[in-house]
């Protein structure tokens, strides 16, 4: 069986494709921990910009939330990749995707909160480690960044 080709889509709050990627964050990010998505998780997020890989049938293969963080940044936030795509390269090609995304709409600074068991996907893809490791929803992260080239417009 071939391998489902995935689609790179900038969400809308409150869409179909939204309520999809709303699953798979819970089923990658929350349930492994006992937990559900809280107030504090979904907080804000009609003013923060969703990614998305989706396949022919609409199925969310992985996704994650840019909030602005400032001017010219965003902190990265709830990066998930279905369990049944992991280690073929979904986590990556989007991140490298949502960046290129960012770059069109002026953004040249991004943060996140790493779970420690990511920082080496998040090196490998740019990111540099920044202060000490911290608890966040019970477990061991990292605060990381990266610098993106900043796009001229022609």
Not at 126 to 131: A, L, Q, S
Request: hydrophobic fraction near 40%; proline fraction near 4%; aromatic fraction near 8%.
């Amino acid at each position: 069986m071939s391998e489902p080709l995935f689609r790179f889509r900038v969400i809308t709050f409150r869409s179909l494709d939204y309520h999809r990627t709303l699953t798979l964050r819970e089923r990658v990010l929350r349930q492994p921990l006992g937990k559900v998505l809280s107030g504090d998780d979904l907080a804000n997020e009609q003013a923060q910009w969703h990614f998305g890989l989706f396949d022919a049938s609409g199925k969310a293969g992985a996704c994650l939330v840019a909030a602005p963080a400032g001017e010219n940044a965003v902190r990265l936030r709830q990066m998930a990749v279905a369990p049944e795509f992991h280690s073929r390269g979904l986590g990556g090609r989007l991140l490298r995707l949502t960046e290129d995304e960012l770059q069109r709409r002026g953004v040249f600074r991004v943060t996140l909160n790493a779970r420690s068991t990511a920082t080496g996907f998040y090196h490998r893809h740019g990111y540099h480690i920044r202060g000490q490791p911290f608890i966040e929803v019970g477990i061991p992260h990292q605060a990381m960044t990266k610098q993106l080239d900043v796009l001229h417009s022609s």
